[in-house]
């Protein structure tokens, strides 16, 4: 996972092919968490799993 932090929530970015997808939905996803003032990140074990932590504002207005 060290190695491809960086890549992560790029866009077009895929790590597993065995799945249909374009590679958009994470980069999306970080993309409008940040826009309303959050973060997003990532924790990820070989063979065990991967958890994204999305921290919001609390006093979020659109």
């Known amino acids: 996972m060290n190695k491809?932090?960086?890549?992560?929530?790029g866009l077009y970015n895929r790590f597993d092919h065995t799945v249909e997808g374009k590679g958009m939905g994470l980069f999306m996803v970080?993309?409008?968490v940040?826009?309303?003032g959050g973060?997003?990140?990532v924790k990820s074990t070989l063979n065990k799993g991967t958890e994204f932590l999305i921290e919001l504002p609390v006093n979020f207005k659109n």
Request: hydrophobic share 25%; net charge neutral; aromatic share 6%.
């Open 34 to 36: 940040e826009n309303i």
């Open 4 to 9: 491809h932090v960086s890549q992560t929530f």
């Open 39 to 41: 973060t997003i990140s």
């Open 30 to 32: 970080k993309t409008q």
